[in-house]
């Protein structure tokens, strides 16, 4: 009897290689699953279904995993304004994590033996997978095709069409990973330190020209407006803001970064909408929380985004971060003011009734309200006072 196998599939070339080479050359009963987190439409999941089938797999499976995928790890990521290497929204890094819990869960829901993904054996999600796979199914056999055999493009290409599997083999020459929170491009150009992406690479096409305001509207953090339209869930709002930005070609950047095992790694990505929440969100931040709020929100978030990035979602100091991100929160209700443009944008001020520029207290280099000179007299000689022992007893032992 054929053992059981669970696939994270996607339609994509690695993928469909993983489905037909399990299936008709290691004798796996193959169940395929595709976790939608916000990447395809519902036309565009019916079409993987039927491709699926058509390779072969026993039963296919959707999982719409949009709002979890918001909730568990998207709005942590907001709420830290959470950039790798000051650059990265942390798009596939965020996305894969997400993926593999649900396809683990799955693993757990069919009794299945073995698991099964298709990353190379040069990249981040090979770790991601199977870290989460060995927490979540201990003891479940992990296949990986592509990474086992060390298999380029060109030959996985050539061994479909043996398989006389069809689909768009021009397409696959660029590795295309579209969610929620960005899209990243991989292809020749990203596989050298020079080059970028040629503009047929991109998903999102430039159609827009001129400039266009847009209103985003925050409740404790998470974007719930745009342009005063209300949405039911924050992740409808960045869809939206992203079919109204992205057209611009804002957000399209190369990320140069440290893999997890240690090799230097580039890849195109486009993400409009979270590059804007996060500038929108971080301006409003700087207005309603104090100093030391925002100073420590910092560190955490740099050790945060580092930690998802390298698949360690499921540790439990992830959860005690993510405590101080909502505490940190409670007053980030206001108002983000921005200015599209083609390739760039500028966030042009806010609006907040617990904004700390207020005027009552005074007004940054022409107007103390709030206290007079002799107070700031006297608050000067008392906070350098320790430094100022500190010189003067250097110079009496001199």
Request: proline letters at 2%.
């Amino acid at each position: 009897m054929a053992k059981k196998l669970v696939l994270g599939f996607s339609g994509g070339l690695d993928t469909t290689y993983c489905a037909k080479y399990l299936k008709d050359d290691r004798g796996f009963e193959v169940h395929s699953v595709i976790v939608n987190t916000g990447g395809f439409s519902e036309d565009e999941l019916k079409k993987i279904e039927e491709h699926a089938y058509r390779l072969g797999v026993k039963t296919h499976t959707t999982v719409n995993a949009v709002w979890s995928y918001y909730e568990s790890i998207i709005k942590y990521l907001i709420f830290g304004n959470c950039l790798k290497n000051n650059t990265y929204p942390l798009s596939v890094s965020a996305e894969r994590l997400s993926q593999a819990l649900h396809i683990a869960e799955h693993v757990k829901k069919l009794g299945a033996e073995a698991v099964a993904h298709g990353s190379t054996g040069a990249g981040n999600d090979q770790v991601r997978f199977d870290m989460i796979f060995n927490i979540m199914i201990p003891g479940v056999e992990i296949i990986t095709p592509i990474r086992d055999l060390k298999l380029s493009r060109e030959a996985e290409i050539a061994y479909l069409k043996e398989k006389g599997v069809q689909m768009n083999f021009e397409k696959a020459v660029y590795s295309i990973n579209k969610g929620l929170w960005g899209t990243s491009v991989g292809g020749k150009e990203t596989l050298q330190s020079n080059g970028m992406l040629p503009e047929e690479a991109w998903p999102t096409q430039v159609t827009k020209s001129g400039s266009e305001k847009v209103e985003l509207g925050f409740r404790k953090g998470e974007l719930y407006t745009v342009n005063g339209q209300d949405f039911e869930h924050p992740s409808a709002a960045i869809q939206h803001l992203q079919s109204i930005a992205g057209p611009y070609g804002i957000g399209r950047d190369i990320h140069v970064g440290d893999t997890i095992i240690g090799i230097k790694g580039r890849v195109g990505f486009e993400a409009a909408a979270p590059m804007i929440i996060l500038k929108a969100h971080h301006a409003l931040e700087k207005h309603v929380l104090t100093k030391w709020q925002l100073q420590w929100k910092d560190q955490l978030a740099q050790f945060y985004g580092n930690w998802m990035h390298e698949g360690q979602i499921l540790d439990p100091v992830m959860r005690d971060i993510e405590a101080f991100f909502i505490s940190s929160q409670q007053q980030v209700t206001g108002k983000a003011f921005v200015v599209l443009q083609r390739y760039r944008f500028q966030v042009t001020g806010i609006e907040s009734a617990f904004d700390l520029m207020s005027s009552k207290f005074g007004k940054y280099g022409e107007m103390n309200n709030g206290w007079s000179g002799e107070d700031v007299r006297g608050f000067s000689k008392i906070f350098g006072n320790q430094t100022m022992i500190y010189h003067q007893v250097k110079d009496n032992v001199k």
